[in-house]
């Protein structure tokens, strides 16, 4: 198993392990280290006191608590490793415990802490090695060269751990919208599959209405009329069902096939001649302009606006005829239907008013309802064109 495999598992154990534990086997390996130059001193070296070790373990113990109280921490082992030095001449030949707390404070410690405690370590490495008797400049080099790189290492370590925080952030950032994205298209989703079988139905449970209202009339004085009526209601049920499938079968993610499109612009003449065959209401549809392109969404949107306010006339209007317009521009096609009737109930014109102004709305258009200039109901809705319909949604 190659080094590059096994420590970065060893770094993320010592991580994740309980902080106190670690701490304490880093004092006492410190300790340990420390313990190393008075049990086996070099020759002319002092043996080893216990006043001396005292002074070495201070410099090794607070680490215990260098993470919890890291500035306490550093002063006491600042005092203690120059005390040890003048104490147990010659000084140590590394400040283990120093190179700990340094790393540990330009990791951990505010700006004005960790440069405090650096500027104070040079200096009093310098002067302490100045009370060493014929002290090599090598020493100096060394000892000066490994604080400062105790407080690089402490102060990359900051900074990556500033890093990670801050791709965390973003990444957690980035899933809170990316959520809010979702849980924002299902509810698009839904209020549109709710519009299309609200139009469907209310279309289809209409024509059926008016249909099964005409039957019982004529079962007697004109059969023929009568069987053309069940058989009115008998289409327009297939027609809402084979509907139906096809918002189900989004529902489920069956992939279409392309035998059955969404009705769009095409399919106008034949809800038009449908709903006047199936319930005697005289509809003319009418066509000024050259047709465009629409984008599918506008062009389904189109034919639902049509059917829904066809629908209104049929079920509240008690219209004799209406009329649809389709007036195509360059940048738009403006989709109007009137009738000669009372219009919808209620100051707001339920639910189905309000699909197609959010019909329109959802294909960057605009939708107009109200009273007409000759009396009657009116329903306006302007659709952009392909393209125009970015510009549109802005």
Known sequence: MSPSSWIPRIAARVRAANPYVVDTALAALVLFAVSLQWL?????????????????????????WRRRAPFATAWVISAATPAMAVYHAPPPDVVWGGLVVLYTLAARSPAWQRRLMLAGWLLGATLTMQHKENARPFEYA??????LCAYGLGTLARVQRAYTDAVEDRARRLEGERAADTARAIAQERARIAR???DVLAHAVSLMVVQAEAGPVVVRSDPQRAEASFDAIATAGRDAMAQLRRILGVLKEEPRDGTSPQPGTAALPGLVRRVGESTGLRVELRTTGEPRPLPPDAEVAAYRVTQEALTNTVKHAYAASATVELDWTE??????????????????????LIGIRERAAACGGSADTGRGPH???????????????????G
């Open 331 to 352: 940048d738009a096609l403006t989709l109007t239907v009137t009738d000669d009737g009372r219009g919808p109930a209620g100051p707001g014109g339920g639910h189905g």
């Open 196 to 198: 299309d079988m609200h």
């Open 40 to 64: 086996f001193p070099d020759e002319g070296d002092d043996r080893l006191s216990w006043q001396g070790w005292l002074l070495g373990a201070a410099t090794a113990v607070p680490l215990v």
């Open 142 to 147: 060394f000892h000066l060269l490994t604080i």
């Open 375 to 393: 009396g009657g109901f009116r329903v306006a809705v302007r659709l952009p064109v392909a393209a125009d319909r970015q510009a549109a949604l």
